[in-house]
């Protein structure tokens, strides 16, 4: 058995991963818990809540709006097939500029960085909730998306620096997965909940609230804190690859209304290809690259990377087509649909208590390779669902089930990613795998979800997405099981 090491600790939510470079190796198990006896002031537990109730109100907008988006699309004259863009629009630019004010933040201050996000999310949140038409909603959740790539690495940045390496540290980083955690489940039902009793603008609404609270607090409670070297800021890097997924998203959404033959369909295909190409080319020459090529030969970084990549893109299909289904077929309410998926985030926060101890019997590469297996074989029972009220029991059990691989194919990506990497290279790989997260949740719905929202029958649509996606990730988890398998020099056994 391979046991994995590493000198990330990587906190883990159904939505969110995040990793510390900076925190102590892991021998025997993936995942250590921090001393119950270790104490924060005051002061500690005063920043350490501003930092995470930022990162929970990042983790709830990625859910509150799930079972909302039929009521939305209805009240505010949006397709079925335009309504992904609602997520779209926000893990789009969030994925794509996360590297790029991360570096920001370390040049010209985290805390400037981070309470600039927090204002934006803010008016944002607020320009979402009085949305008059779907231009003005698309743009409020772009600019949450923008906000969020600032909030989310200036806070674990300013955690990790206010909190010294050690018991204190673990803690804190402990607290913070958590919570993240809990905000992606809290959201999924707090959505239903909200949409049923205020309408869908109560969601929005309430993050307006949640950056009215932690924007306050922050200034007098954070300290300031930047990098001492002063890495250099690799803009053509940021614009090539945000403007090439851009571009590529445009014309895959835009083929699944019109066709591949539409001119502006090749032309911004065309176009995100050559932009990713060119991506390639400058983080060659980069002295400071948002991402290191010679970092993904490395075949744990490559394979873990595709196993990230996969297990995001994929699930977060299943929740935007099982969200259609519930309501648009079997009639379920926001509320009623709400509650299948809060059942998703329990079973979820159960898997992340024993994953660590999975991982630390098998090994980050087995577990992963085993629970994208588990993942898409439990997706595949989904293609059984039809039109009869019995089919809200399979959903609940199915969706619920896969999550839980879900949440173990989380965890142990990261921890193959980050496995044997030298200790000044671990910063590279740490992005990364945040990296993957952002960009697997902005590319699953435009490649599949739209077949559900375009086809002449929901249904029928519905079980193309679910057997395409059940075939996608049983391939990855072949694929890395054969990538990994191949055994070096230096692969500690047990």
């Known amino acids: ?52 109730a930022a990162q929970f109100m990042v983790a709830l907008d990625f859910s509150v709006l799930n079972v909302a988006l039929p009521v939305l699309g209805k009240d505010l004259g949006m397709s079925p097939s335009a309504l992904q863009w ?77 909190f010294p390496e050690g018991p204190a540290r673990d803690r804190a980083l402990g607290i913070a997965g958590t919570l993240l955690s809990l905000g992606f489940t809290v959201g999924m039902v707090a959505g239903g909940v909200l949409t049923d009793v205020l309408g869908w603008r109560s969601t929005m609404g309430l993050l307006t609230v949640f950056a009215l609270i932690v924007l306050p607090l922050a200034p007098g409670l954070l300290p300031e804190s930047r990098t001492p070297d002063r890495p250099r800021l690799d803009i053509p890097g940021a614009v090539t690859v945000t403007g090439g997924l851009l571009a590529l998203i445009y014309a895959l959404s835009t083929a699944a209304d019109r066709g591949f033959g539409g001119a502006d369909v090749i032309a911004t295909l065309v176009t995100g290809v050559l932009l ?40 977060s299909t299943v929740v935007f087509v099982m969200t259609l289904y519930l309501q648009e077929t079997l009639g379920l309410s926001a509320f009623e649909t709400g509650l299948i998926f809060g059942f998703q985030g329990a079973v979820s926060a159960l898997a992340g208590m024993y994953a660590p101890k999975v991982i630390g019997r098998f090994g ?30 399979l959903a609940t059990a199915a969706v619920g089930l896969a999550s839980m691989c879900h949440l173990g194919a989380i965890i142990s990506y990261g921890l193959t990613v980050t496995s044997g990497v030298p200790n000044e290279e671990q910063g590279l790989a740490t992005g990364l795998v945040t990296s993957t997260q952002q960009v697997g949740l902005t590319i699953g719905i435009p490649l599949l979800g739209v077949l559900a929202t375009t086809s002449d029958d929901l249904m029928t649509g519905v079980r193309t997405v679910l057997a395409l996606d059940t075939a996608i990730v049983l391939a990855a988890a072949v694929l890395i099981a054969v990538g990994l398998g191949r055994r070096r020099s230096g692969t500690v056994e047990a």
């Open 1 to 52: 058995m391979a046991i994995d090491t590493t000198e990330s600790t990587t906190e883990t939510t159904t939505g969110t991963t995040t990793a510390s470079a900076h925190t102590p190796p892991v021998q025997d198990s993936p995942n250590p818990q921090p001393p119950l006896g270790t104490r924060l002031s005051t002061r500690d537990k005063l920043v350490l809540f501003v930092l995470c």
């Open 364 to 393: 980050a590469r087995r577990t992963l390779v085993g629970s994208l297996a588990g993942q898409g074989l439990f997706v595949a029972t989904l293609v059984l669902l039809n039109t009869h009220t019995w089919s809200v029991w």
């Open 86 to 162: 609602a997520v779209t629009a926000f893990a789009l630019p969030s994925g794509g500029f996360l590297l790029l004010f991360g570096r920001i933040g370390d040049l010209y201050g985290r805390r400037k960085l981070f309470l600039a996000g927090l204002a934006l999310f803010g008016t944002a949140s607020l320009l979402a909730t009085f949305a008059w038409d779907p231009a003005s909603f698309l743009a409020g959740r772009a600019l949450q998306g923008l906000a969020a790539a600032t909030i989310v690495p200036t806070a674990m940045s300013l955690l990790t620096t206010t």
């Open 276 to 315: 990713l190409a060119a991506f390639g080319y400058v983080e060659s020459r980069a002295h400071s690259p948002l991402v290191s090529l010679p970092m993904l030969r490395r075949r744990t970084v490559a394979w873990g990377n595709l196993g990230g990549l996969v297990t995001f893109s994929m699930m």
